[in-house]
DNA sequence: GTCTATAGACCGATAGAC
DNA sequence: GTCTATCGGTCTATAGAC
């Protein structure tokens, strides 16, 4: 009792100058566990994807107690939903950042890049399209869809633009273009051609990125 | 002991005409009822993959009991191995069946077709890529890894002679090409375009073999 | 009587939730 | 740290075909 008595007086005492700083201070250990915990199941849903991770071994991995999972994140779905929020997020910052006067094929060139360097990285996370109960809460996170409309409008303008400019076909319907680029990110001959141990990951990149946009045809206009 | 004997002697008065009747019957309704398991695990692995899938929703949706499973199969990993081995010896079949002397390129598109339709059809087991213990039994199995070294080559042998031909692109690696095809098998493109409920089966698969042999590039030699 | 398949209880382990 | 549910896998007793 009195210890508590005694550190809120000296906390009232320093309040001018440090309790907008703790409370900052405090905020800032709870967004950086967060955080790590976002970081963890990240990596954890890319690495075994999301049946095959536990929630004992995120907690593990962030190294703090379950319990404390549960007082952020009040479902494993949550926890997934939480990485794939972070993933938009991090796609919209990438596209932000692309110099916005280039090719619009090459900002969707650069676009595909990124997801395929992800995929690569292993944090690119993997979730099964058939489990209900996650896709109800993904379907009910307006973060995450809010972002994903925000990237699909932005590179269906690039994909529009590239038509009229003649570098994309412009006979195929958009939403077919943005599926197949978005389908990239889940692209299994990615690990098909690392496993092949033939290649680097840089050529893999780069002969995925050439059969998606120049497909498998021999081309008379190159 | 008595009825033994006689049973004994009364089939063998009867061997040349029912005996073998008999026992093929016999086996026919084995093979008949392993057919039916495979074809559920086929089914509930394309519809729900592997770690969703239960043992008991298999013995449930072939009318039969748990035990009796087993009694097949020796694991959920050898179920799903079956399924496998069922979908090699189907596209061995196909592959058996298409003209010999067809264009090399075509033949590789009625293959992209096919397992495309396999999917459209809810006949395409999922498996997940991470899982080992799934892992191991696959490579074990023999008539797995024969039949898709078979199919392989088949594939490979196209591939040359279209390159060869000038249909495919001869400066991408054969092997590349190879896995490229291979990944149509599970490309998410297909329930994206599905989902959005603007195209037909037939429709989306030509799009797709679209997209994939002749890349999103606008092509001047069209 | 013998063999086989069945139904269904049952077990151990594990994972999510609190 | 505990509770509960689920799942893979096993076991037993019963029924029926031969």
New binding site residues.
Partial sequence: MSTTITSRTKASAEQATERPAKVSFKAQMLAAREDAIVRAVNRLLAEKGF???????VAADVGI???S??KHF????DLAAAAMVRVVELAQAFLAGLPADAEPLQQLKAMVRWMLNLQLAGEMPSLPHQNS?LRTTLVNNKAYLDGLVRISDQIGAWIERAQKAGSLDPSLPPIVVLYTLYARACDSVLEFLRASGLYSDEEIVELVIRTCFDGLNARQDR
Same sequence: chains 1, 2.
């Fill in positions: 049946d095959l991770m536990t929630v004992d071994e107690a379950k319990a999972l549960y009040p479902s494993k779905e109960s």
